[in-house]
């Protein structure tokens, strides 16, 4: 165990060794604060036009919190050494990060949403010059006298992960050094991975369902590079500007959904997901659909009150060509649509000419009833229904076999 703690150490995973008690049995008795974390996404959305930086890390930071004198026999330990109690607020408690929290805000708290972001531990003052920054950080310096582990007068700070600058948001240098060392997985530990990309890694992730054997085969060393590449490649977002014109591209495919949120030719954002299990019976204009109400649903804070346009590959909505859209056409999917897929029927006239039709379903209800009559499991729920006053199962005014208020489809590939 100590040669691994070494290793961790000497290779940057674990920075120190700190105490931390297994508290388990006395954090189910205690009543949860629901105090809530702030989304990341929302911290940077503060530094718009800000030029300037400064970090300041807490150290010890739960310590400088007290226990009340009446709950300090509760956070008592044993060891070999002997019995030991906490007087400040220990590691381990389930409450501790919300009542830290929740101390750093209320002393922050007139100079949040102006030149202060608090997430946790460190503190980052922000302002758009340096005459205005001189001032900010005499203000935040009256407060915190602890200067250990901070960073002051910065072009570009590194932050919760990110790199920030005046020019944008970018991926830190130093996570992407961790990033391209990662190993090969060799079993079900890839959970850590998929947490992080949900859709890149679709094959890897086909590996982590039930009764699935697994094996790592050459698709998945392939989106494993692909994966590494585009983390360490991310290009750089920058801050959006009120007033100015968003553009929202989307794209959808059988695989997953994937949307980018630009203004002024530059990325703001960008996002995808793999499709649920029943949105992959979706036709291709609801999944479009989908890819649209994914992206404003993610981006409403930006969208709301703001002029906006959004482009998708798709005619019956707003087609913007696959070639101009590659972002999101390629966060949506790894190859084209399959001609199902479009609802596309091929045929072959009798001039040896291939005709390609393209069908919307205004009577899918109609072929759906149709396709009840040839089916043998209906047509027993339809005899059931007529024979039995108690049923569940109805007919329809159109004919059509019903369960209370919802048509059964039959289990047809055409309806699928």
Known sequence: MDNLQDRAIHRGVLRSMRLCIDYKQLDKVIVKNKYPLPRIDDLFDQLKGATVFSKIYLRSGYYQLRVKEQDVSRTAFQTRYGHYE?????????????????????????????????????????????NEHAEHLRTVLQTL?????????????RFLGHSVSGDGIRVDPSKISAIMEWKLPRNVVLQTVRKRVLYIATSMTKLLQKDVKFEWIEKCQQSFEKLKALLTEAPILVQPKSGKEFVVYSDASLNGLGCMLMQEGKVVAYASRQLKPHEKNYSTHDLELVAIVFALKIWHHYLYGEKWRIFINHKIIDYHLGKANVVADALSRKSLYALRAMNTRLALSNDGVLLAELRARPLFLQQICETQKNDSEMQVKRAQCESENDSDFRVGSNDCLMFHDRVCVPKDYELI
């Not at 006298?145 to 700070?157: G, I, T």
């Open 145 to 157: 006298r602890d200067k250990h582990k901070s960073e002051f007068w910065l072009r570009e700070v």
């Open 86 to 130: 906490f007087l400040v607020m220990p590691f381990g408690l389930t409450n501790a990060l919300a009542i830290f929290m929740d101390l750093m805000n209320r002393i922050f708290q007139q100079y949040l949403d102006k030149f202060v972001v608090i997430f946790i531990k460190d503190i980052l003052i922000y302002s758009r010059n340096e």
